[in-house]
């Protein structure tokens, strides 16, 4: 994600310039590249399930680095805006093309209560990959394959790493975000 700091944002873009980060494809393909071209992955399923992850690990991000700002509420509810009008389309395209009801947004909402399950049930967590990666993988039908686990693991971490990048160059500009 490219991002010039030379004119103040908007706490509205900030969180629309987050969500088409967390629907950008390129970390997701990076991911799916390292896995090794064995018959046992589902690469569809994978592929499916890393975009899910990639969308909820932005959003995780989000409320992380925001955690003590005022900002976090206001981004937080422009970034699943945006993501719920995402949902919404490719929820409408899916569902005329296949002839059965898709519901994007309700998939993504099970799948962060499975994410939250996961590491809930470990006390004392200090990394969420070591969660995530499983977790993720077992949802992939593949929770033995240390390839599929890896690649849950570095999509997790390349979208903590994009929008920490992304909030620290926004907020070591000069001037603070604008209200939107």
């Not at 700091?5 to 390292?34: H, T, Y």
């Not at 969660?131 to 993988?137: K, L, Q």
Request: aromatic fraction near 10%; hydrophobic fraction near 45%; proline fraction near 3%.
């Amino acid at each position: 994600m490219t991002f010039s700091c030379e004119q103040r944002v908007s706490v509205q873009e900030m969180g629309e310039n987050l969500a088409n980060f967390s629907l950008d494809r390129e970390s997701i393909l990076f991911a799916i590249s390292r896995l090794p071209e064995e018959n046992a992955i589902n690469r569809v399923n994978v592929e499916y399930e890393i975009h899910l992850l990639k969308i909820l690990s932005v959003g995780w991000a989000i409320s992380y680095f925001m955690e003590d700002r005022s900002e976090k509420t206001p981004l937080m509810e422009r970034f699943w805006q945006v993501l719920f009008e995402f949902s919404k389309n490719i929820s409408s395209v899916t569902s005329a093309s296949i002839g059965k009801e898709v519901d994007y947004f309700r998939t993504l909402k099970e799948r962060i209560d499975i994410y939250v399950k996961a590491i809930s049930a470990v006390p004392h967590l200090t990394d969420p990959a070591s969660v995530i990666g499983p977790t993720f993988a077992a949802l992939c039908e593949n929770a033995d394959n240390v390839h599929v686990i890896m690649a849950g693991n570095r999509v997790f971490h390349l979208a903590l790493e994009g929008v920490k990048f992304y909030l620290e160059s926004v907020f070591s500009s000069n001037a603070e975000p604008v209200a939107s």
